[in-house]
């Protein structure tokens, strides 16, 4: 009897210590990563953290993938500001941002992002870059404000028909994810995870192998590409990445992604192509490019380039693509020759 109080007051203390640590590590990170930003709350009761470099216009919007922030763009937003003004943003759930309020659906994020542009005050036109999942949020805005965008760039976009309901198979991996990524959340309460990220982050070389455990979750998809992405990333944003990981809030905003996929691709299977406006496809060399009738549907002018050295993350493996596409449909929009990149 007193052996199972001793236990239960040492337990009780010990989650007491670790909600603690937790916290200040939360603040201390916010302190230390996030100045160069700033919150803007939107209407839906969510503050997004938003980062703005440069000036001139138009001004170009970077969207991320499934489980990736602002810094999946860092090089290639530094590269662009240089020409161009640029803004990349934290979605609700994931972050720096404060939680998601609504499924993390592409119309639902596309309305988000609307708003955070508006009460930033930053003025169209936009030209849209947008990764993976983000390819589709992309999309879904030049579709709902066709009058605010110039133009897009869809990196190695989602396609719909490799996850459910049009693959039903892939399915399972996304029910394991939700249930796996529902007891991260309250462990990470408790700071375990922090001090498991931090420590495998501290191994600058093993970022691949010491942070095996999230693979299970949605087998090679979602968390595992997420993993893959981060080991391609510079090492100075490495403490960033591990100070996202080490939130509370970053499982919960997994999950509630992983759980909006069904969703999204009910969503987006049958959208309408986007009407006149220069879109610029980017697709991995070691991908099957997209078909003919695959680009109509996405809209009526499209361009696909084949990054011949590229997997997933082509902004990682060859960001100079990006950037030239980039350029390509600033220097089509604006009267004056745009300045080299030094």
């Not at 700033?38 to 969510?46: C, L, V």
């Not at 990349?88 to 309020?101: E, I, Q």
């Not at 595992?224 to 499982?251: C, L």
Request: some cysteine.
């Amino acid at each position: 009897m007193h052996f199972a109080l001793w236990a239960l007051t040492s337990t009780v203390i010990l989650v007491i210590i670790g909600f603690v640590y937790q916290s200040i590590g939360c603040e201390r990170d916010r302190r230390r990563y996030a100045g160069a930003g700033r919150w803007i709350s939107t209407k839906s009761g969510s503050n997004l953290y938003l980062l703005e470099q440069g000036d001139g216009g138009p001004t170009v919007i970077f969207e991320s993938g499934i489980g990736a922030t602002n810094l999946n763009w860092r090089h290639i937003q530094s590269a662009v500001s240089r020409f161009t003004a640029t803004a990349s943003y934290d979605r609700a759930g994931l972050g720096f941002s404060s939680a998601c309020r609504s499924a993390r659906t592409p119309g639902n994020i596309a309305v988000e992002l609307h708003d955070l542009l508006q009460r930033a005050n930053i003025k169209p036109p936009f030209i849209l870059v947008g990764h993976s999942f983000g390819g589709l949020v992309v999309r879904r805005y030049a579709l709902l404000y066709p009058e605010d965008v110039v133009g897009a760039v869809l990196v190695d976009p989602m396609r719909c028909e490799e996850w459910p309901p049009l693959d039903p198979a892939k399915m399972s991996q996304i029910k394991l994810g939700r249930r796996l990524i529902r007891y991260a959340v309250p462990i990470a309460f408790c700071g375990v995870t922090r001090l498991a990220v931090r420590s495998a982050f501290r191994h600058a070389g093993q970022v691949r192998t010491n942070l095996g455990t999230p693979q299970k979750i949605g087998g090679r998809h979602v968390i595992q590409r997420i993993k893959q992405e981060v080991g391609k990333m510079p090492r100075e944003v490495w403490p960033v990445v591990a100070a996202h990981w080490s939130r509370p809030s970053f499982y919960a905003g997994m999950r509630s992604h992983i759980s909006s996929i069904p969703d999204t691709v009910r969503e987006m299977c049958h959208a309408e192509p986007i009407r006149e406006i220069p879109i610029r496809v980017l697709t991995p060399g070691k991908s099957k490019p997209l078909s003919d009738s695959c680009l109509r549907s996405i809209g009526t002018d499209v361009q696909q380039v084949i990054a011949e050295d590229s997997e997933h993350w082509i902004h990682l493996d060859e960001p100079e693509l990006v950037i030239a596409a980039i350029r390509e449909l600033v220097t089509a929009t604006t009267p004056e020759p745009v300045g080299v990149i030094a």
